[in-house]
């Protein structure tokens, strides 16, 4: 009888500390829940829907990433602190377009060759429609000035605080003492790592591929105008003539090419052969991605910015032989793009970018440039029943190539690096996702 008396207590104690364990299981989950959900450095998924790998630091105001990067002067502070200006012109051009393809022009010091493209730009129909973002590569007065004078469309100046042309004693510009030319390091006990072929750097031809690699970085990530496009941004420079009907083809080519060409990376105004104007006919052209008026969307982006090691590694000063001999290849398959088969864009630059500053016409013939704009220039010439002609075997650098140097002091290839990590947070742009080290 004493026995069976027993079970129902014996019962009732472990339902009470099946019940107590429960309560404490849920009781933890619930505070673990919140704290994690006030924990200040949980951050939230990107709602990026073209892509999503990365969090940029301007979701986090009170990040920052300067830890890397070279102490800056006090212009290269009031630069930077001038990128953060909304664009002008906003009460001329209020609305931008839905669909609008934001163009972003990158500027040396040839303020004859400025000129120009401003000129052509001013006659490009559409152009009131988009945001004009001109980079610039340091300060220059006068390619200020210019770009001071645009009044047909929104336009946005931003500077690459970290210029070389902004440091006249110490890196990133010419520190006392970096060695020189083919200079030993040891017996001269100066500073800098030479190139593959004994040759230390030149911070005026350095310049150029930092520029570009900063531009991409801020345009893509850094800017509150652009940070959040979803669409495509077209790049041009200081000698890309453009003409009247580029906007108009390269929106139509944006929309045909997921259709006519879905293993298209980008969208082109010109051939890869700078000195083509094109085949003419009634057909698409798919090729290599050209370096004049190129266009491409935040997930290529994603896929450049994944390989920053390669690109700030390779010995060579250009960024687009950078891209063609070691980037693209690392993707795994052919980069085309696509493009019709008449010019947008005609390169008329007859010097380096270094060289021409000034007032002179040195570098264009009688200080003008003799292009001639056709009628049909004038309007959208691109067919959507068109097929696309692909061109499979251009010449390009081949398996091997090393570079052509001018790149190899371990302070420009770090400084590369932190470009790519100063819009993103520590822990993701250190993992496998981008190769930054």
Not at 1 to 22: D, E, F, G, T, Y
Not at 83 to 112: E, S
Not at 187 to 215: A, F
Request: a positive charge; proline letters at 5%.
């Amino acid at each position: 009888m004493a026995a069976n008396c027993k079970k129902p207590q014996l019962r009732a104690a472990a339902s009470r500390r099946l019940l107590s364990i429960v309560s404490v299981t849920v009781l933890g989950v619930l505070l673990l829940i919140f704290l994690l959900r006030t924990n200040s450095d949980f951050v939230e998924p990107p709602s990026n829907k073209v892509d999503n790998t990365f969090n940029p630091i301007s979701d986090v105001p009170h990040f920052t990433a300067k830890s890397n990067l070279p102490k800056q002067n006090e212009l290269s502070i009031k630069l930077e602190e001038r990128n953060q200006l909304p664009p002008r012109n906003v009460d001329l051009f209020p609305n931008l377009a839905k669909d609008h393809i934001v163009i972003v022009l990158y500027v040396h010091n040839r303020p004859q060759y400025l000129k120009v493209v401003v000129e052509s730009l001013s006659s490009v129909v559409g152009i009131k429609e988009t945001l004009l973002i001109v980079s610039h590569d340091g300060y220059f007065e006068e390619m200020n000035k210019i770009v001071d004078g645009i009044k047909f469309c929104q336009v946005k100046q931003i500077y690459a605080p970290y210029s070389p042309h902004l440091f006249s004693d110490g890196f990133p510009g010419v520190s006392s003492n970096d060695c020189k030319d083919k200079d030993n390091a040891t017996e001269k006990h100066c500073t800098g790592t030479p190139d593959q072929y004994g040759n230390h750097r030149s911070s005026k031809i350095v310049s150029l591929k930092h520029h570009w690699w900063w531009m991409m970085n801020t345009v893509w990530d850094g800017l509150e105008e652009t940070r959040g496009h979803t669409g495509h941004i077209l790049f041009i420079e200081e000698d890309h003539f453009i003409l009247p009907n580029a906007y108009r083809n390269l929106q139509i080519l944006t929309e045909l090419k997921p259709k006519k060409c879905p293993d298209c990376y980008a969208a082109n105004l010109a051939p890869s052969d700078v000195n083509s104007r094109g085949e003419g006919g009634s057909i698409l052209i798919a090729e290599r991605m050209g370096n004049v008026g190129y266009t491409f969307n935040r997930t290529v982006w994603r896929k450049i910015h994944r390989k920053a090691r390669k690109f700030c590694f390779f010995d060579d000063y250009n960024w687009d032989i950078t891209m063609w001999a070691t980037v693209y290849p690392s993707f795994g398959a052919p980069v085309y793009t696509v493009r019709g088969p008449r010019t947008s864009a005609i390169h008329f630059g007859k010097c380096g970018l270094h060289q021409g500053q000034g007032d002179s016409g040195a570098c264009i013939d009688n200080g003008v440039v003799g292009i001639r704009v056709e009628d049909s220039d004038k309007v959208a010439n691109i067919k959507s029943e068109w097929n696309v002609r692909v061109f499979k075997h251009q010449q390009g650098y081949k398996a091997g190539f090393r570079g052509w140097g001018g790149w190899g002091d371990d302070r420009d290839r770090r400084l590369c690096l932190a470009f790519a990590r100063m819009y993103h947070l520590t822990n993701t742009a250190s993992s496998g996702r981008v190769e930054t080290s």
